[in-house]
Structure formats: structure tokens, C-alpha cells
């Protein structure tokens, strides 16, 4: 085993102490819990009808580039407690206004680079709960771009997701739960499957997206991020922002180096969408969706996810937390996801 | 359920600012206009990019609104406000309009959300609570148009942040009235006409159906919650209030858009809302207001022939809500 090797060992025991700075941290417990779905209160919309709401702004023809802009991953992050969080919810640290702009910032470079290879329209649907959804100032976005902001909204990450859109980016991703990136975690699992497959919170929507025919062409973030995603999903553009030391230190490159990084980054992978390169990616059907939640949430999170619709105890599992959930349809997996965001991040 | 409740209350901004009395007191005219004077409604639920309670509200406005702020997204949220009226006025100046009357539609930090030396210096700006006829207030027959933006659906509707004032349900004639139509029906008692309304999909297409097809609708943002949304470029936004202004400036002057019409006498109908504490129903109930009367547990009517006897009795009614 060389020293990555032992790190990780080691870092698989650190989610328990680090689970104070997780972005989706629960509450503390307050029985007997009100497990409404979101709906009751906020009027969710199905996910196929905000699918349908967004194809119809898009245009016929041309070429959507659809961004998930996530923030953990962006140039210089390296601290989810403060920099991830405003002070209304719990942070303390000014450059989270900064890193706001950063985000914005990044996305531009990103969209920049993908009108320059031929991309028309662009979708950015932000993919950070730290303010509940709503980072980007939508005035520092690029104005060409259509924002969807605000929690709680269908399949969090692929709100609206369709298939006239043409290729996805996610820009500030960071690493899957248990391994040594910056701030990584993946939505409230400990340990996320479908097939077999490892997916991270990147490879959830390339497998969503995939199942109707969109790559997962580009995505930023730090080294373990880059690396793991590689090698999940194959051939696509990625950006290295910075090198995971531990899960909150890093050797960061310059934003401005990073923005620069990006923008070439998106003019290639859109070529090489439109080249063939870059393929969707294509799990079989049925999906067999197997994960854990995290083991630092108390009890009642794994008792309101077990009562899911279609979600199975994972056979011969001890730990209580494990489940499996079996479709045809890649995007039930993504409103399956919503509804046990929503258990977590529930205000 | 304390939460139900809650949102409910929250979603109702200008409630919390209906405590005060409304003095025994007539204000003159505003100024008479020189030349094609244009209404403007600002509300802020509605406007671009905004999809969270957190963004409208100052946390100034009562108790109960304390934690719903976050002071750096309302501050910005206040500028983009203001930054969509100046677009509405000038795309209206351009078509011809001299006179602009802006009346703050919206109840964060008391009906104050405009950042007033931010705003274009044609305008008279109508800001602060209490005021009479809240959302119509200084409305008269000098006005030439009549225009609403950002404007939110009614309760029971999938749209960001919908609610209407007090109430889970409001219908006039039997026919179901958002914030838009109550102040059209208004307004009508002066022959005005709304001609343009911004507002998320939810809310342009209910207010179609109320007011028909006729005004100039912009779809700001397109629901997918109560508190998320498909947005646009502010700047889109803006450009689209500009154009769609000077548009309806230009048909409002060829007298395209009739006033909103219902038959008199008005029979209205409301239900408080079911979220709202007994000592709310109470409160209504002890309402001495010729002609109101109680049909059931939280519903009343009232027939009038005057849609401002309307309006003062949803003043009575918000005060008594939150006071």
C-alpha cells in the first residue's frame, strides 16, 4: 500500500468527525419527525412536467450545453463550515461571497468556451445546497444563459434535464464519499451503485443524462475528483483545480489559470461531442440502484428512506442503512435521490 | 402543523405591516400629469430570478420574519427591483409616456424596497405603510395605463410564492380573483386598464384567465416548486420589460385594453386562511362592516357596488390579521 493507499484507509474512518462540515448535515433529533414529501408543502413539480417546462424554452436547433454548477470544487475551496455556507446558515467566513463570484465566474469560463466550439443555448441549474440552491448571483452569470435556482426542485441535480439538451458540464464537482478529495461526499450516501458501478455525485447525472443520449462532456474539480470520474465514465474533458492534501487542504492553482483551464476545456468538449468522442454513457436496463446512507446520520434518516416507494433493504445487511431500488427509468433514480435530499436538507 | 402555518403567514408580507391604523386622514391628488401618466405595481415574488422567501423579505417586518432574511440576497434582490421599473419606465417613455407613478407593491421592510436614488428621477414614487388601498394606492382617473410586475400567483397554484393577501380562497361574482385581479377590479372603478403584467408562468396564466387574454403578459421565470424556478438573464428580463412597456404604452394610448369588468352589484366571497389562529376569525368577526356577513367557519361575503369598499375592507381585514 503506498501513502495515498493509507490515507485513504484512514480518511475512510474521518466522514464520523467530519460530519459536522457535510453540506447535507441532519438536524439534530427532534422525534417523532415529520417526513411530509416537499410536495405537501412547496408544491414540487413532477420532474417530467419540469422537463417539459424547460425543452419548451429550448431551441430546435443548435447546441445546449446543460452546466451543473456545484461549488466544492471550484478553484481555491478547501473548507465546507465556512467558505461553502452564508452566515444565515452557520458560515462565518467573507470569502464565501468570493467564492460565489468565483462559481459564477467559472460557469462563464466554461459557457465562453462552448460558444467558441459552436454551443447556441446554455442551462445552468445550480447544484449547491449551501444556500439552497441559489449561489450564482444571476447577474454575474452570462446573460445568454437560463438559470434554474431555488430548493426544493425536482431531481435536484438534473432539474429539467432533456434530451434536445446536447452535452453536460458540472463545474466545481467534488470527490465521491469516502475518499481523500476536498469536501467530498455524494448526496447523503455513503456508497452509491447502479450495476455495479461506482458513481459519484458526477456520475449520477452522466448516468441520468446518458440514459437519454447526453454525455457528460467536461468536469472540474479537485484531483481525486478528476481522476475517479475518468475513470467512471471514460473519455471526457476534465479540469484539475487544485491537489487534495486531506479532505480540507489543498495545493490550489490560481482562479484566474483555472478559469483559462476551463474555457479551453469546454471548446473541447464540445467538439468532441459533436466529433463522436464523447459518448453518453449506457448502463443496462433494468437499473439495479444499490447505497447506503451515511453512517454519521441518526437514525430516522435510513427509517424515512427505507419507507421510500420501490426501495428494498439491501439483503443480508447489518448495518440497517442499505438499500436497493430497482427501475427502467434513470430519471425515477434521480427523483428518488430528491426525495432523500429532501429528508436530509428539509429545513 | 406549526410549519403549514407558518409558511402561510410568511408568504403574506404586506400582512405584517397592516398593524398600524390608517389615520382619519384624506391625501390630496398626487401631482396632475403632464402628458400620458403610466402606473407602475412593483411586487418582488415575481420579478426575474427571484425564487425564495429569504430573497424578498428584509426580516424587519414582525416577529415571525425574523430568521426568513438574509440581508445580502434581499439588498441585492432590491436593486434588480429597481433596476426592472427603470426598465419599465423607460421602455414607456420611449412610446411617449411623460408621467410614471411607482406604488410599492410589495410588503418587505414595510413597503420600502425600492432603492429610491436608484430610481429614474421621472418617477413619483409611492413607498412606506400604512397606505390606503395598499397595492392601487394614489390610483385615480389622471392615469393613462395601468401595468404589474412581478407579480405572484394565487395560493393553491404552483407558482413561486404564491399567496393572495389574506385569504386561501377570493372570488367575486363566483369568479376567483389573484392579487392582480382584485386591484384591476379597482382600478376599473376609475375606467383603468391594466396592460402589461410580468409575473412567473404560473401567474400569467392565471391572470389570463381572470382579466382574458388581452394585457401584455411577460413570463419572468417558470415555476418548478414554490421556491425554485427556470430563470433568465436579469438583463433579458429587463429588456423584455422595456420593449413590452413601450409597447403597451403605444396600444394604451390607441385605447386597446378595456378596463376589467364585472357585473354590479360585486358579490364577493372570501375564506380566511385555514392557517391563520381563531383569534384571526375572531377578529374579522368583531368587524363592525355594513354588509359583511358570515356564511360559514372562516367565509364571509359582502355585496357591493363599488370595488373600493372592497379594497377598504381588505385593509380592515389584513390589520386585524397581524395585529
Request: glycine share 10%; proline share 6%; with cysteine.
Amino acid at each position: 500500500m503506498n501513502a495515498r493507499g493509507l490515507g485513504c484507509a484512514a480518511l475512510g474512518v474521518l466522514p464520523a468527525l467530519l460530519g459536522a462540515q457535510q453540506p447535507m448535515q441532519a438536524q439534530p433529533p427532534q422525534p417523532p419527525r415529520d417526513t411530509t414529501p416537499p410536495a405537501a408543502y412547496y408544491g414540487v413539480t413532477e420532474y417530467q412536467q419540469a422537463r417539459t417546462k424547460l425543452a419548451a424554452l429550448m431551441q430546435r436547433n443548435g447546441f445546449t450545453v446543460y452546466i451543473v454548477a456545484d461549488m466544492e470544487g471550484l478553484a481555491g475551496v478547501v473548507r465546507n463550515a465556512t467558505e461553502m455556507r452564508p452566515e444565515a446558515r452557520g458560515g462565518h467566513d467573507p470569502t464565501h461571497e468570493a467564492f460565489r463570484k468565483e462559481l459564477a465566474d467559472e460557469v462563464n469560463a466554461a459557457i465562453a468556451g462552448a460558444r467558441a466550439a459552436g454551443a447556441t443555448q446554455f442551462v445552468v441549474n445550480e447544484g449547491h445546497g449551501g444556500t439552497l440552491f441559489r449561489n450564482i448571483h444571476p447577474e454575474d452569470l452570462d446573460p445568454d444563459a437560463i438559470l434554474i435556482r431555488g430548493y426544493p426542485k425536482p431531481n435536484v441535480m438534473e432539474t429539467g434535464l432533456n434530451p434536445q439538451v446536447d452535452a453536460m458540464f458540472i463545474i466545481g464537482a467534488h470527490a465521491n464519499a469516502r475518499t481523500p478529495g476536498i469536501i467530498s461526499h455524494s448526496y447523503a450516501f455513503d456508497s452509491f451503485t447502479v450495476n455495479g458501478h461506482v458513481l459519484n455525485e458526477a456520475g449520477i447525472a452522466a448516468f441520468i443524462g446518458g440514459a437519454m443520449g447526453v454525455p457528460m462532456a467536461l468536469a472540474a474539480g479537485d484531483n481525486v475528483l478528476t481522476a475517479e470520474t475518468r475513470e467512471m465514465l471514460g473519455d471526457l474533458e476534465t479540469v484539475t483545480t487544485k491537489i487534495a492534501e486531506s479532505r480540507s487542504a489543498a495545493a490550489v492553482f490560481p482562479p484566474r489559470v483555472v478559469q483559462r483551464q476551463i474555457r479551453v476545456a469546454a471548446a473541447r468538449a464540445v467538439r468532441g461531442v459533436r466529433l463522436g468522442r464523447i459518448k453518453p454513457l449506457r448502463l443496462e436496463r433494468p437499473y439495479h440502484v444499490a447505497f447506503c446512507t451515511r453512517p454519521t446520520f441518526q437514525a430516522w434518516v435510513p427509517e424515512a428512506t427505507g419507507n421510500l416507494e420501490g426501495v428494498a433493504r439491501m439483503a443480508g445487511d447489518s448495518t440497517g442503512r442499505c438499500f436497493t431500488y430497482q427501475t427502467d427509468s434513470a430519471e425515477a433514480v434521480g427523483n428518488l435521490l430528491n426525495e432523500i435530499e429532501w429528508i436530509v436538507l428539509k429545513p | 402543523m406549526p410549519r403549514l402555518a407558518m409558511i402561510a403567514v410568511l408568504l403574506c408580507a404586506p400582512c405584517a405591516v397592516l398593524r398600524a391604523q390608517t389615520p382619519a386622514y384624506t391625501p390630496p391628488h398626487l401631482p396632475p400629469p403632464h402628458g400620458f401618466r403610466v402606473f407602475i405595481v412593483p411586487d418582488m415574488e415575481g420579478m426575474g430570478s427571484a425564487v425564495d422567501i429569504h430573497e424578498v423579505i428584509a426580516g424587519n417586518e414582525g416577529e415571525q420574519y425574523k430568521t426568513l432574511t438574509s440581508p445580502d440576497y434581499w439588498d441585492h434582490f432590491r436593486s434588480l427591483l429597481t433596476r426592472e421599473v427603470n426598465a419599465t419606465i423607460a421602455g414607456a417613455r420611449l412610446a411617449g409616456a411623460r408621467s410614471f407613478v411607482v406604488n410599492e407593491g410589495h410588503g418587505g421592510n414595510l413597503f420600502a424596497n425600492i432603492l429610491p436614488w436608484e430610481l429614474d428621477t421621472g418617477a413619483i414614487l409611492v413607498r412606506g405603510f400604512p397606505k390606503p388601498l395598499i397595492m392601487v394606492t394614489g390610483i385615480d382617473s389622471t392615469v393613462g395605463t395601468l401595468m404589474f410586475t412581478g407579480a405572484h400567483a394565487g395560493p393553491g397554484h404552483p407558482g413561486i410564492l404564491a399567496h393572495n393577501f389574506a385569504f386561501d380562497t377570493f372570488t367575486v361574482n363566483g369568479k376567483s380573483l389573484n392579487e392582480v385581479g382584485i386591484n384591476a377590479l379597482i382600478a376599473s372603478e376609475y375606467g383603468v386598464a391594466v396592460s402589461l403584467v410580468s409575473g412567473d408562468d404560473a401567474e400569467i396564466a392565471e391572470t389570463r384567465e381572470i382579466l382574458g387574454a388581452g394585457f401584455i403578459g411577460i413570463v419572468t421565470k417558470y415555476a418548478v416548486g414554490r421556491m425554485a424556478a427556470i430563470t433568465f438573464s436579469p438583463t433579458l428580463i429587463r429588456r423584455m420589460l422595456r420593449d413590452s412597456a413601450g409597447v403597451a404604452v403605444r396600444r394604451a394610448m390607441r385605447g386597446d385594453f378595456t378596463p376589467f369588468h364585472l357585473e354590479k352589484p360585486y358579490h364577493v366571497a372570501f375564506a380566511l386562511r385555514r392557517s391563520y389562529p381563531a383569534t384571526v376569525v375572531a377578529g374579522v368577526d368583531s368587524l363592525s362592516w355594513s354588509g359583511l356577513e358570515k356564511t360559514a367557519e372562516r367565509s364571509y361575503r359582502l355585496t357591493t357596488d363599488d370595488a373600493r369598499q372592497m379594497g377598504y375592507l381588505l385593509d380592515a381585514i389584513e390589520r386585524v390579521v397581524l395585529h
